[in-house]
């Protein structure tokens, strides 16, 4: 099965944004089948400019993807978002995306989102002020019964944070979920993003039923630069679950 890892995974190595995927292809390109690529910043994502090395690299794996920036945001039909949108189109030309993952609380106009030319999944949220809804699973089946255009993002720690199991995601949207944002957090309230290897047993068996899926998940921890070197082992564990 498909296993992807976030730059945001490995940024705490690099210095700049270009150099987190020249670092995954070093550390980890015999052991992904993708990445991607997560700018929070809208001007650091506009900016990002991808050499040939890059380019290769990403050319040659079958799923990468992109994460919408989102400070600042309000996608929909405005010049900042367009602008969003022709940096993702570029590329997708150069390298071929699978999807746009997109924070709903970031989006004003979901129909915009449907101009991009690409996949669009939707995430779920942690809890916040800034983050009222976009948490439970049945709040999201309602959302894409009126919205099949749209896939859906399923982010593990994300949900455990709000104290809501995995297998409940699993069992209310099952096939819906089209990729998986693969990290822990142990205990309701705080969205750690910690490695699911990192993690006690209790809330690795939380996680267990979203391999049962066979869809592809992608790597998505917050590292210091001493424990980036786990994600040899993350991968391992992923492709160990899919298998049993």
């Known amino acids: 099965m498909l296993v992807s890892i976030s730059t945001g995974a490995v940024r705490h190595?690099?210095?700049?944004?270009?150099?987190?995927?020249?670092?995954?292809?070093?550390?980890?390109?015999?052991?992904?089948?993708?990445?991607?690529i997560c700018i929070m910043e809208p001007e650091e994502f506009l900016s990002l400019q991808l050499d040939e090395k890059a380019v290769s690299f990403l050319k040659s794996l079958p799923y990468n993807s992109v994460h919408a920036p989102l400070k600042g945001?309000?996608?929909?039909?405005?010049?900042?978002?367009?602008?969003?949108?022709?940096?993702?189109?570029e590329i997708n030309k150069k390298v071929g995306l699978h999807h746009a993952t997109f924070h709903p609380n970031h989006v004003h106009n979901f129909r915009a989102l449907k101009?991009?030319?690409?996949?669009?999944?939707?995430?779920?949220?942690?809890?916040?002020?800034k983050r009222r809804g976009w948490q439970k699973p049945n709040e999201f089946k309602?959302?894409?019964?009126?919205?099949?255009?749209?896939?859906?993002?399923?982010?593990?720690?994300?949900?455990m944070a709000n104290g809501i199991e995995p297998k409940k995601f699993v069992s209310t949207l099952g096939e819906k979920i089209t990729c998986i944002h693969l990290n822990a957090t142990e205990s309701a309230g705080h969205a750690s993003h910690n490695l699911v290897i990192?993690?006690?047993?209790?809330?690795?068996?939380?996680?267990?039923?979203?391999?049962?899926?066979?869809?592809?998940?992608?790597?998505?921890?917050?590292?210091?630069?001493?424990?980036?070197?786990?994600?040899?082992?993350?991968?391992e564990f992923a492709r160990k679950m899919f298998k049993s």
């Open 13 to 36: 190595s690099v210095e700049t944004k270009l150099e987190e995927i020249h670092f995954i292809e070093k550390e980890f390109g015999g052991l992904v089948d993708g990445v991607e």
């Open 73 to 89: 945001m309000g996608y929909g039909k405005n010049e900042k978002a367009e602008k969003i949108f022709a940096k993702m189109r």
């Open 115 to 129: 101009t991009l030319g690409l996949g669009v999944c939707i995430e779920n949220l942690s809890n916040g002020k």
């Open 142 to 159: 309602k959302f894409f019964e009126k919205n099949p255009f749209f896939g859906f993002c399923f982010d593990v720690n994300h949900g």
């Open 198 to 235: 990192d993690s006690s047993r209790k809330a690795q068996q939380k996680i267990l039923p979203v391999f049962g899926l066979k869809k592809p998940v992608i790597i998505e921890p917050d590292l210091e630069k001493e424990k980036v070197h786990l994600i040899k082992k993350e991968i």
